[in-house]
């Protein structure tokens, strides 16, 4: 009968199975902790899914500055090309009117007749 007494006496108190030193968790902590690993977990994939957005974000702008550099790298050789055209078009019309270019205009840009 003693062997029926200890029994009921370890699954009485949980303390004295288990030892006095460890206590066992109780069901709302283990519940918080489980609630605080889940917040955690759905907080790294909120932070993974903003990780790709600015990572998408990021090589968008990249793009954009390169298309823009481009742009502006062409529009300078547009520029050059167009004042190179003015300038053969303006000698071409001196040549055509007997004056030689950069010749006979005043200050004002209007020709002088002689």
């Not at 003693?2 to 009921?8: C, M, V, W």
């Not at 006095?20 to 977990?41: C, K, L, T």
């Not at 909120?46 to 529009?75: F, H």
């Amino acid at each position: 009968m003693a062997e029926g007494e200890d029994r009921e006496d370890s699954e009485a108190n949980p303390k004295e199975f288990v030892g006095d030193s460890e206590e066992i968790p109780s069901i709302e902590s283990v519940q918080i902790s489980a609630e605080n690993e889940i917040d955690d977990f759905e907080e790294d994939e909120e932070y993974m899914a903003l990780d790709n957005q600015l990572d998408q974000l990021n090589a968008c702008l990249n793009d954009l500055e390169a298309r823009n550099d481009d742009l502006v790298t062409k529009l300078k050789a547009l520029l050059a090309d167009s004042k190179e055209v003015q300038r053969e078009l303006q000698e071409l019309n001196g040549r055509s009117d007997g004056t030689p270019p950069d010749s006979g205009q005043g200050a004002s840009g209007s020709r002088v007749t002689s």
